[in-house]
Nanobody
Framework: QVQLVESGGGLVQPGGSLRLSCTASGFTLNSKTTGWFRQAPGKEREGVSSISSSDGSTLYADSVKGRFTISRDNDKNMVFLQMNNLKPEDTAVYYC??????????????????WGQGTQVTVSS
């Protein structure tokens, strides 16, 4: 059974940092592209970033480019999202997701087939 689990969310002040982690069971994360998505209250889920398993290619949404960094540790079967200079508008539930491809990077939901339960990130003073 495929399962993804996110961790690392919390409450942080504007300008602060958090690092989210994604672990998986039922498959190895380094066999597929992994993506991060988020959903703020009253808004649709949006893609944040993704990383391929084939060559480590990455993709970022314009809203987080330069502030967020996605990475993977194949030995630990984990994917991370380092979030710096956080803003109140980054407040959302963050989800990791398994991609359909091993090489294609995307932030479109249609390119992913399994999702975690999410971790809450709140940016507030």
């Amino acid at each position: 059974q495929v399962q993804l689990v996110e961790s690392g969310g919390g409450l942080v002040q504007p300008g602060g940092s958090l690092r989210l982690s994604c672990t998986a069971s039922g498959f190895t994360l380094n066999s597929k592209t992994t993506g991060w998505f988020r959903q703020a209250p009253g808004k649709e889920r949006e893609g944040v970033s993704s990383i391929s398993s084939s060559d480590g290619s990455t993709l970022y949404a314009d809203s987080v480019k330069g502030r967020f960094t996605i990475s993977r540790d194949n030995d630990k079967n984990m994917v991370f999202l380092q979030m710096n200079n956080l803003k109140p508008e980054d407040t959302a539930v963050y989800y990791c997701a398994r991609g359909l491809s091993s090489w294609y990077v995307s932030v479109d939901e249609e390119d992913f087939d399994s999702w975690g339960q999410g971790t809450q990130v709140t940016v507030s003073s």
